[in-house]
């Protein structure tokens, strides 16, 4: 009766070798969720031993093309693999549709090739694209999916997700700088799972297009002030900014040591994390 959490891409925006674009498979009960669809995210998935066709729901936390570059991916493996029309449901706030929309019209002609070769695919990909606001997003089976409002402005709007499942509880914060729904949905987590990135980094490149970052992703300070107000178990580290260099992850956590004294997950691709811990 635990969640599992498998950090499928940590990578931010820019292409790295070793880490995947913006995506977390989260497993509760009987269900398993996908919170964003970044670079790489089946390859990523079948390592962590799941397949598209095993989702129960696609959840975004917005619609940064690093979150979701990959998502017709998704929708094409799941319906390909089918045997019968499944639904596959993809949950994200206000724009969702429209992206959607797009990601359909690109994928027609592939759509109708497949159909015209394959007698027993009759179906186009069946999508059920629910636009959210704050509140429960899913109440099945002891699993439930509560929503509030996160702050990476200017892009708006957008969510982060709170999963609990028998007493357990994990939030998948997204891009967003502390704020007030992040703190809501926080109080007493088992596991916080924030994109973060290091200003003093950052800020030493001479690049301006890459210090805009800094306005709107939680500081590693930040990520660790918010674990340690809403006293959460344990604080993963994900999507960091920049691209940690090899070895750097004490340097990383020693950061967040300043203001969280519990435990702290350095995210790397396929890192597992579960509430309550394994054994
Ligand atoms: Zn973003
Ligand atoms: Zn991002």
């Not at 969280?260 to 054994?279: C, M, Q, R, W, Y």
Request: with cysteine.
């Amino acid at each position: 009766m635990t969640i599992e959490v498998v950090l499928l891409g940590t990578g931010n925006p820019l292409p790295d070798a070793s880490r995947a674009g913006a995506a977390t498979l989260v497993r509760a009960g009987a269900k398993t969720l996908l919170f964003d669809a970044g670079r790489g995210v089946c390859m990523r998935m079948i390592a962590a031993g799941a397949l598209p066709l095993m989702l129960d729901a696609v959840v975004l936390t917005h619609l940064h093309s690093d979150h979701i570059c990959d998502l017709n991916d998704v929708v094409t493996t799941q319906w390909v693999m089918a045997q019968q029309p499944k639904t596959l449901p993809i949950f994200g706030p206000v724009g969702t549709q429209e992206v959607v929309n797009g990601m359909l019209a690109m994928l027609r002609p592939d759509v109708s090739y497949r159909i015209a070769h394959h007698d027993d695919l009759t179906w186009e990909p069946q999508l059920e694209v629910k636009e959210l606001g704050a509140g429960v997003v899913l109440d099945d089976n002891g699993v439930r999916v509560v929503a509030a409002a996160s702050d990476h402005r200017p892009v708006e709007p957008t969510l982060a997700y709170r999963i609990e499942h028998d007493g357990n509880s994990v939030v998948i914060a997204g891009d967003t700088v502390p704020c007030a729904g992040l703190d809501e949905l926080c109080a007493g987590a088992d596991i916080y799972v924030q994109t973060v990135l290091r200003d003093d980094l950052v800020n030493a490149v001479p690049m301006q297009r890459f210090r805009d970052t800094v306005d709107y992703h939680s500081t590693v300070e930040q990520a660790a002030q918010t674990a340690a107000r809403a006293g959460v178990r344990t604080l993963v580290l994900t999507h960091q900014i920049p691209t940690p260099a090899p070895g750097s992850a004490d340097e990383w956590i020693a950061i967040v040591r300043e203001h969280f004294d519990g435990e702290v997950v350095f995210g790397e691709d396929l890192t597992k994390v579960s509430a309550p811990p394994v054994a």
